[in-house]
């Protein structure tokens, strides 16, 4: 039998395909079409009687049926040593270290030459557009490294580094947020990412768009010197429809949200993934904010760093309310 399989955009035709032959070897003629090495490929769509199945399983047994097409997810090994390594971007001092944002550093969402520089950005950055924003969403921006992915940990694959949840966090709030990955690292290494994490083209949400350092302007505070940091500016230059009112960003950082401190939600960094993605829940209760705030017309009013303090209030409010 013909089978097709769908990965990274494509098609792949295999031909004469024997129902006889294991997923194993199912797996070794789809490595001759793409390049991805067997242990990191994703077969999706097919099942075992509704059970996961083994590479050891024979076709015969699945759900294979001729002409089916077969998602596949992987990342090719070439890619992939670069993808489960630091970014040559991120250096271990710009990922460490941080600091709180201090009453005088507020102000400096307002300084002309900053702003002039956000202008620029808007004028002249492109960013990488995979599905148009909607009418009438909230934006929802994310970080990636320590955000959504532990990329300091040694892994097999991109799934493992993961953070927990994090397909069902998306899932939910897609419905009311547009949402934007926007990293300090570079494009290529963005999309690879997504590719390897099943962001790019999942059936449950839909990215946005991503940004990457090239977005981001230089400022100088004081007490640090000059540090790099994302503007929020530059996506509401280019989309009007979002604003302070109506965005909200997570990072790790709050360095990188200090042209727009209101804005920005300081997340739990996700950090040795193999030891703590049994018990990190952050995304499931951040969800559960992001949902809670849809009732908040002007997120400005909000001060996020207490999100937590939010959810707990709502939650003995509607304790309460059932009594």
């Known amino acids: 039998m013909n089978l097709i399989i769908k990965w990274n955009g494509k098609e792949y035709l295999l031909e004469d395909i024997s129902e006889q032959i294991t997923v194993l070897r199912l797996k070794e003629i789809i490595y001759e079409k793409t390049k991805v090495n067997p242990i990191h490929q994703k077969l999706l769509g097919i099942n075992f009687k509704g059970k996961p199945f083994t590479d050891d399983t024979k076709l015969c047994l699945l759900s294979v049926k001729p002409g089916m097409k077969i998602m596949m997810m992987g990342t090719q090994e070439d890619i992939l040593s670069t993808i489960i390594s630091p970014p040559i971007e991120v250096t271990e001092t710009n990922v460490i270290d941080d600091f709180d944002i201090e009453e005088e550093e507020v102000l400096i969402q307002n300084r002309a030459e900053y702003l002039a520089k956000v202008q620029k950005r808007v004028d002249s950055y492109k960013v990488y557009e995979i599905n148009p924003p909607r009418p009438g969403k909230r934006l929802l921006v994310l ?9 300091r940990s040694s ?5 493992q580094l993961m953070r927990p949840y994090l ?10 947020y547009d949402i934007v990955i926007w990293s300090a690292t570079g494009m290529k290494w963005i999309k690879a990412k997504m590719e390897e994490l099943g962001m790019m083209n999942n059936d449950n949400y839909k990215l946005m768009f991503f ?17 790099e940091t994302k503007p929020l500016g530059v996506i509401w230059g280019m989309y009007p429809q979002y604003s302070c009112k109506n965005t909200i960003m997570f990072d790790d950082l709050r360095r990188n949200f200090l042209m727009n401190p209101s804005s920005g939600l300081k997340i739990r960094p996700f950090q040795n993934a193999h030891q703590n993605r049994s018990t990190d829940c952050e995304l499931l209760h951040l969800s559960n904010y992001l949902l809670q705030i ?8 909000l001060r996020h760093s207490r999100w937590e303090r939010y959810l707990e209030k709502h939650a ?6 059932n009594k």
């Open 143 to 151: 970080d990636i490294d320590y955000t959504i992915f532990d990329h």
């Open 155 to 159: 892994a097999e694959n991109g799934f």
């Open 167 to 176: 397909h069902e966090f998306l899932a939910t709030v897609y419905p009311w």
């Open 211 to 227: 940004m990457d350092s090239g977005a981001m302007i230089t400022i100088h505070t004081e007490k640090y010197g000059l540090i």
């Open 294 to 301: 849809l009732d908040v017309d002007d997120f400005t009013t």
């Open 316 to 321: 003995n409010l509607e304790k309460k309310d």
